[in-house]
Every structure is written in C-alpha cells, then in structure tokens.
C-alpha cells in the first residue's frame, strides 16, 4: 500500500467502532515482535492536559539530548502528527511500510478467529513498531481513552504513570461518577510502579490512592499552591514553583491558560522524579529551553492578527472552565464571537452554560464527523443564552462568514471539537 491507500485503511476500521480491551491488540503486537517491550515509556492517563503535558515532557528530554516519541490523539491537521519522534511526525513512507505489514498480521489474527482490530488499535501498533525501530529512548505515550482498558495500556511496565485532571466525559463509556471514570484512569498505575498526580478533588485522589495500595505503588501528587505566576498574556506566561524539592524561577511557557502553568508543572515533576529515581542528567537550562519551546496546537492557540483569531478544543466541562478563565483574563471588555461545533456524545449543555454567557454573536457549524450534533440543534441551544446566533452547516463557510463579518478589533474564538478546530486552523493559516 501507499500512504494514501494505507490511511483509507485505517479509516476504514472505523467501522468497528471503540472497543476497550487488551486481547486484540496483544495478539497483533504478538505478530509483530511485541514491540512495546522495548521501550521505556511514560504513560499519561486524564480527561483534559494529557497531550501538553506528553509534550512538555517530551520537550524537555529532547533537549536533554534523549530520542523521544510522542503519541497523541486525535491528530489536528495530517494523520503523522500522532506518531512523531523529537518533534519530526513520522514519514509517510513508514505509514505506508507498517500498515502493510500490519495488515498482513492482522488477516493472520482473524483467521486465527481473533476479532478485528478497532482504528486506535492499529495505530497504537504502529507507534509502538515504529518507535521500536527508532530505538527510541523514552516514549511520551497519552492514552486514548480511560486506560484500564485502553489500547495503550497494553503495556506491562512504564517509568512512570501520570494522571491529569480528571472530569466527566465519555460517560457513555467510562461512566457517569468522575470516582468511576478515575477508577478507569487509575488503570495504567503498574504493580510497585509510582504514580504522579495532578492535584483535583479529593474523590478522584482517594480513588487513585486505593488503586496505589492494591498495587503496592507509589503514590505522588503534584500541588499547585505555590505558584507565583509573573506575566501572563496571550503570548506567553512566566512562573516560579517549587516542584517536588526543587524550587525554580522565572520559567516561561508559550502555551496559554492558568491550566498550562499547571500541567507544565506536572511535566516538570515527572522529569524531577526521573532524574532522581532513574539517573537522567538534566540541568536547569536544558528544563527551561525545553519548556519554553514546547508547542501544541489547538489549545488556546492564536493563529490569526486582526482580529485576533484563536482556536481551542475545549470540548468538556473541565475545559470549557479553562477556557472562560483565559478569555476573562486577557479579553475583558472586548467583543467576542464564537465559532463552535461539537459532538453529540458531549456534554454539551454543560459547556454551553459555562463558554456562551462570555460571547457577544455565536455561529455554530457541524463537525465533520458522525457523531456530529447538527449546527441548527446546537444553535437552538444556544439561543436561549445569547440573540445573535448563526448557523453554518459547512466549516468552510462558517470559517468565511465570520472572518467577513468581524471588525478588526474583534475576538474570534473557536472551540467545541478537535474533530473540527484542525480543519479550522488550515482554513484560517490559508487565507
């Protein structure tokens, strides 16, 4: 296959929907040498901050000198994105050369009466082969959904687990409670591994320090009440904190919202604990460059000048929250629109109520997806927190109608669905 034949593969495996469980992606991992075995990861579990936290982590390695992957998901704007190795996406051509491969395995499996693969976990098997023949030397892996029993916990040892902030989403899936949905995160905790915790309510950390004590594992959770936050605007932040023993000044950061100070630290505690407990020499210097060249996108990201244009993919309670916090920080006062469309397996009403009451005009489009709740629905929900609402089925066309109908001193802000803000970003970076 080429790399066009081998995404139209992959895609095709949507069909078999989400599947949570480990003997479909053991038996393919089997097949292919057990890759996974071979590498020394960081596994990262959470509702919100587990992609920027995976890539602050990686950040820093990388200019601590080590070869690190990054796994992530969805992807934004191209498929490699998902599967990238000291900040390079994989090539097409090892997309094309793996997939082949894995197809092949996987038509082995079937016949073997194993069921098919879903789509996530013929990518996590890719990442897995691929950061294998990279000889990788840590792998920065976010789990795609829960973790218990998520493809990626496939995994029988990691350096360490970490656990972002937990909030309600995919209840359908994981369940209503957030103590349900933290007991499915607090799967990827190891027997006599450590943990590392981001600090939330207490009925999520209780949840994840009885799994600690069934599992003998360490237990450590990161506070955030002694940040001093310097400057904070839409361009950068700068902080001092004191992470695990260690005190640290003026750290500067990129990505924006009181959250990112958050999971930066987080990040910096995971390195604190690997240099501590696993030997790595990073010095100050080489901690501070790596944050502050961190990047990732769609997380109150501004793409645009005049007017400003900012995409976030603030799909949930927790986010919508970081979202309306960064918006009353830094655009008090100004007049804000909203470009949104989201997925109807969300928790829509919840975030409508939180981002809606910050926005003077609204224009709601559908996402490319199926599980798209329809742009006209979402403007009648709408309708009942603001007047000046439009409906625009097409991304393309929303994108331009809001582009024409802003003054040069507006706010335009985007959010609702990864699925949607990728398209938005390469719409916006065109024109």
């Given at each position: 296959?080429?790399?066009?034949?081998?995404?139209?593969?992959?895609?095709?495996?949507?069909?078999?929907?989400?599947?949570?469980?480990?003997d479909?992606?053991?038996k393919?991992?089997?097949?292919?040498?057990?890759p996974?075995?071979?590498?020394?990861?960081?596994?990262?579990?959470?509702?919100?901050?587990?992609?920027?936290?995976?890539?602050?982590?990686?950040?820093?390695?990388?200019?601590?000198?080590?070869?690190?992957?990054?796994?992530?998901?969805?992807?934004?704007?191209?498929?490699?994105?998902?599967?990238?190795?000291?900040?390079e996406?994989?090539?097409e051509?090892?997309?094309?050369?793996?997939?082949?491969?894995?197809?092949?395995?996987?038509?082995?499996?079937?016949?073997?009466?194993?069921?098919?693969?879903?789509?996530?976990?013929?990518?996590?098997?890719?990442?897995?082969?691929?950061?294998?023949?990279?000889?990788?030397?840590?792998?920065?892996?976010?789990?795609?959904?829960?973790?218990?029993?998520?493809?990626?916990?496939?995994?029988?040892?990691?350096?360490?687990?970490?656990?972002?902030?937990?909030?309600?989403?995919?209840i359908?899936?994981?369940?209503?409670?957030?103590?349900?949905?933290?007991?499915?995160?607090?799967?990827?905790?190891?027997?006599?591994?450590?943990?590392?915790?981001?600090?939330?309510?207490?009925?999520?950390?209780?949840?994840?320090?009885?799994?600690?004590?069934?599992?003998?594992?360490?237990?450590?959770?990161?506070?955030?009440?002694?940040?001093?936050?310097?400057?904070?605007?839409?361009?950068?932040?700068?902080?001092?904190?004191?992470?695990?023993?260690?005190?640290?000044?003026?750290?500067?950061?990129?990505?924006?919202?009181?959250?990112?100070?958050?999971?930066?630290?987080l990040?910096?505690?995971?390195?604190?604990?690997?240099?501590?407990?696993?030997?790595?020499?990073?010095?100050?210097?080489?901690?501070?460059?790596?944050?502050i060249?961190?990047?990732?996108?769609?997380?109150?990201?501004?793409?645009?000048?005049?007017?400003?244009?900012?995409?976030?993919?603030?799909?949930?309670?927790?986010?919508?929250?970081?979202?309306?916090?960064?918006?009353?920080?830094?655009?008090?006062?100004?007049?804000?629109?909203?470009?949104?469309?989201?997925?109807?397996?969300?928790?829509?009403?919840?975030?409508?109520?939180?981002?809606?009451?910050?926005?003077?005009?609204?224009?709601?489009?559908?996402?490319?997806?199926?599980?798209?709740?329809?742009?006209?629905?979402?403007?009648?929900?709408?309708?009942?927190?603001?007047?000046?609402?439009?409906?625009?089925?097409?991304?393309?066309?929303?994108?331009?109608?809001?582009?024409?109908?802003a003054?040069?001193?507006?706010?335009?802000?985007?959010?609702?669905?990864?699925?949607?803000?990728?398209?938005?970003?390469?719409?916006?970076?065109?024109?």
């Amino acid at each position: 296959m080429n790399y066009e034949e081998s995404l139209k593969y992959i895609e095709e495996t949507h069909k078999f929907g989400v599947r949570l469980g480990l003997d479909n992606i053991g038996k393919l991992l089997e097949l292919l040498g057990n890759p996974q075995e071979k590498l020394n990861i960081i596994h990262v579990a959470g509702t919100n901050g587990k992609g920027s936290t995976c890539s602050f982590i990686s950040s820093v390695l990388k200019e601590a000198g080590y070869k690190v992957g990054l796994y992530t998901s969805p992807f934004l704007e191209t498929f490699t994105e998902r599967i990238r190795v000291n900040g390079e996406n994989v090539p097409e051509e090892d997309v094309a050369r793996i997939v082949t491969l894995i197809k092949e395995k996987i038509e082995q499996m079937v016949s073997e009466g194993y069921s098919y693969p879903t789509e996530f976990e013929i990518v996590t098997a890719m990442a897995f082969y691929y950061y294998s023949e990279q000889k990788t030397d840590y792998v920065a892996l976010e789990v795609g959904m829960g973790g218990r029993y998520d493809a990626t916990n496939i995994i029988n040892k990691s350096e360490v687990s970490v656990i972002t902030s937990i909030s309600l989403d995919h209840i359908g899936i994981l369940g209503d409670t957030v103590e349900k949905i933290a007991y499915e995160k607090g799967g990827i905790i190891k027997e006599n591994g450590t943990v590392i915790v981001y600090d939330q309510s207490d009925a999520v950390k209780n949840v994840i320090k009885n799994i600690c004590k069934d599992k003998n594992a360490k237990y450590i959770e990161v506070k955030f009440d002694n940040i001093e936050i310097k400057q904070s605007d839409i361009y950068s932040q700068t902080y001092d904190c004191k992470v695990i023993k260690k005190e640290y000044k003026d750290l500067e950061i990129k990505l924006i919202g009181d959250h990112q100070i958050n999971n930066s630290m987080l990040a910096l505690s995971v390195i604190e604990y690997l240099k501590e407990n696993k030997n790595l020499n990073i010095s100050e210097e080489t901690i501070k460059k790596g944050l502050i060249n961190t990047r990732w996108p769609g997380r109150i990201e501004k793409i645009k000048e005049n007017p400003v244009f900012i995409i976030d993919g603030a799909h949930n309670e927790d986010g919508a929250r970081s979202l309306a916090k960064a918006i009353k920080k830094n655009f008090e006062g100004k007049k804000l629109t909203l470009l949104i469309g989201m997925l109807e397996d969300k928790d829509i009403e919840g975030v409508l109520e939180i981002l809606i009451p910050n926005f003077n005009k609204v224009i709601t489009t559908t996402p490319d997806n199926t599980r798209a709740i329809s742009c006209e629905v979402l403007k009648e929900k709408i309708s009942k927190y603001v007047d000046n609402v439009v409906a625009k089925p097409q991304i393309e066309e929303a994108v331009k109608y809001t582009l024409e109908n802003a003054c040069e001193e507006d706010i335009i802000i985007s959010a609702g669905s990864l699925y949607m803000i990728g398209t938005v970003r390469t719409l916006v970076n065109a024109k």
